[in-house]
């Protein structure tokens, strides 16, 4: 049961099947509670994914008794379960953003719409903004000057080396040509 499980979590993750639904924008340091949409489960696992990271299960929440399995010692001090299998992240940092998933497994696997959390660095104050396009990857937004990223400059690099060698490439044709 426990590897048909794994293999219907990794086939989730590969694939992407449920698309993330909410966005939750936070601050460091800051408390932030996660809704289950799985209104009829008894019982529930936390999921956190972060991309391109392994998914992290963080605890086994059940309804009746109210109790909680959680699978790192550690995720006591930062998760609880609230009623309802509302997860309750204490004091937000940089490793607890990502895609949070609440899954059921009583009869059939279901999985919740994710709820991504993440923050807004700024140097100055801005309003915050979702960014749609990164649904299922963990952001943490810069708006400094605008600095060119390090994938710009690859490509930038990437694009003259082309330039130079179709250039190269032009004047070899050419060369060969005149000797014919």
Known sequence: MLRILKLHLYLFILCQAAETSTDRVTDLGQNVTINCDL??????????????????????????????????HTFRHKYSVKSAHHLFINNITIEELGVYYCMDTDTTVKF???????????????????????????????HDDEEPTWWQIVTLIFGLFSAILVIGLIALLVMIKCFC
């Open 39 to 72: 209104d009829d489960a008894k019982e529930v696992t936390w999921l956190l994914l972060n991309l391109p990271n392994p998914p992290v299960v963080i605890l086994h929440s059940f309804l009746n008794p109210p109790t909680a399995f959680y699978y790192k």
């Open 112 to 142: 919740s719409d994710g709820t991504r959390l993440h923050i807004i660095y700024s140097s100055q104050p801005t309003e915050s903004t979702v960014n749609p396009q990164c649904q299922n990857r963990t952001v943490v937004e810069q």
